[in-house]
């Protein structure tokens, strides 16, 4: 199975994502590792990415997941995955359920103004917005809780661990 951490950025898709994977001994993915570093750059200087930017960043992503499911590893992946159709992809071929983390802008851009070291920063959130499409077969998960809060309720929610 995969489980798809997803959200805009700054929604705590690496931490809560990490901490399940910890709970549930299964490997963790960060989609952030895919991306290209044309597509970073852009990120940097809050260039919004398009769909054709995303194209390869998600077939390589996707990949991944069929050559872990292919050798029966169970996978969380921490992806912003903000369309349906990029969830599609995903989860094309794929036992994938879904983990919505949900918050306002001013909630995460108030976290996002806190953190420091990632390229993807304040300057794409209303992008990210703009284009989140919100599931509507997931699990929803408000970030206001601490991360161990968010991971509990993801878990009992999805009846694992």
């Known amino acids: 199975m995969i489980l798809l951490v997803m959200g805009v950025t700054g929604a705590g898709k690496t931490t809560v994502g ?33 769909d ?16 872990l499911v292919a050798t029966n ?13 990029y969830r599609d992809k995903l989860a094309l071929g794929l036992e994938l359920r879904v983990c919505y983390l949900k918050g306002t802008y001013d909630e995460i851009k108030a976290r996002l103004e806190g953190r420091s070291g990632h390229f993807a920063g304040a300057a794409i959130l209303a992008g990210q917005f703009s284009d989140l499409e919100e599931p509507q077969d997931a699990v929803v998960l408000g970030v206001s809780e601490s991360p161990e809060e968010i991971v509990r309720g993801a878990l009992r929610k999805l009846s694992l661990g």
């Not at 952030?32 to 990120?43: G, R, T, V, Y």
């Not at 054709?52 to 050559?67: C, Q, T």
């Not at 590893?73 to 159709?85: D, I, P, T």
């Open 73 to 85: 590893q169970n996978a969380v992946l921490a992806c912003s995955a903000l369309k349906q159709s």
């Open 18 to 50: 990490k901490l399940l994977a910890q709970r549930l001994g299964w490997r963790f993915l960060d989609a952030d590792s895919f991306h290209l570093p044309e597509n970073i750059e852009k990120m940097k200087h809050g260039i919004p990415l398009t």
């Open 52 to 67: 054709a930017d995303r194209d390869p960043w998600l077939a390589a992503i996707h990949s991944e997941l069929l050559n």
